[in-house]
């Protein structure tokens, strides 16, 4: 199916092991992000990225690390998943025009638990 | 102080009733302003985007920036069972979310009573 796709839906692990919540797309959008939403916080950013093997850091990145070697996948690693990295995880994309307005268009989310 | 402030709810309103919906912001770079609306346990979906201060208008929804203020608003008209959700607001600088990430508030849970 097209568009904006997050495996697995819902996750529950134990601290301390390794996590890695998967994010794909069909557009062929140039960017990419991960966000992070709580109850008190909303939406905040972990990371991006422009394109394949580009990654930046966003608000919230200790933690996480990602990786981009397709253009249409962009997975998110808890290395040593903690009890505060209990979240829902969205991933969403944009063309990433260099003028005017980038629509960034959501998946539906991982649910997380970190036991 | 967070940059983006929105007052989490719950606002529960009768069916019918215009609803309007709030959001202050402290950086004065950002020029897109959004509104998603979510359902539970769903992704955040585009309501509606303005770019700079004005008026925008789509159906029963129109979104308000005054930049001067660092205040926007969403409001619905004749609101719905339909448009009981969260509703998010978003800005971002120079690109519109494409080239930097979102900023978002915390979301307002909003209830139409049938």
């Known amino acids: 199916d097209a568009g904006i796709t997050q495996s697995p839906r819902y996750k529950i692990t134990e601290t301390g092991r390794q996590v890695t919540l998967m994010c794909h797309q069909t557009?062929?959008?140039?960017?990419m992000f991960w966000y992070r939403q709580d109850l008190g916080h909303g939406l905040r950013l972990i990371y991006y990225?422009?394109?394949?093997?580009?990654?930046d850091k966003g608000e919230v990145p200790d933690g996480y690390v990602v990786s981009r070697s397709k253009t249409e996948n962009f997975p998110l690693t808890l290395e040593s998943a903690t009890r505060s990295q209990t979240s829902v995880y969205f991933c969403?994309?944009?063309?990433?025009?260099?003028?005017?307005?980038?629509?960034?268009?959501f998946g539906p989310g991982t649910r997380l638990t970190v036991l | 102080q967070k940059e983006v402030e929105q007052d989490p709810g719950p606002l529960s309103v009768p069916e019918g009733a215009i609803v309007s919906l709030n959001c202050t912001y402290s950086?004065?770079?950002?020029?897109?302003f959004m509104w998603y609306r979510q359902y539970s346990r769903k992704g955040p979906e585009l309501l509606m985007y303005?770019?700079?201060?004005g008026n925008k208008e789509d159906g029963r929804f129109t979104a308000q920036v005054d930049k001067s203020s660092k205040y926007i608003s969403l409001f619905i008209r004749d609101s719905q069972p339909s448009d009981s959700a969260t509703y998010l607001c978003?800005?971002?600088?120079?690109?519109?979310?494409?080239?930097?990430?979102?900023?978002f508030g915390k979301g307002t849970h909003l209830i139409i009573q049938p």
């Open positions: 303005t770019y700079s201060s």
């Open positions: 978003a800005m971002s600088g120079r690109s519109g979310g494409g080239a930097d990430g979102l900023t």
């Open positions: 990225s422009a394109a394949a093997d580009i990654t």
């Open positions: 969403a994309s944009s063309e990433g025009r260099l003028a005017g307005y980038n629509e960034q268009f």
């Open positions: 950086n004065s770079a950002f020029q897109y």
């Open positions: 557009w062929s959008h140039s960017y």
